[in-house]
């Protein structure tokens, strides 16, 4: 198998690091965040009583 110059590992890394960024852009901008219509959940607030 011949080898491979220098320059085309190159533009072969250049190539998959474009494509992996590219495809790390478009699955964080792909999913639409969900809007939340109830917000009438309430945190609860546990209170401790201390006796010392």
């Known amino acids: 198998m011949p080898q491979m110059a220098p320059l085309l590992w190159l533009n072969l890394f250049v190539m998959f690091t474009a494509t992996f960024i590219i495809f790390?852009?478009?699955?964080?901008?792909?999913?639409?965040?969900?809007?939340?219509t109830n917000i009438s959940t309430k945190l609860l607030k546990k209170e401790m009583i201390w006796k010392w």
């Open 24 to 36: 790390l852009i478009l699955n964080y901008f792909i999913k639409t965040p969900n809007k939340m």
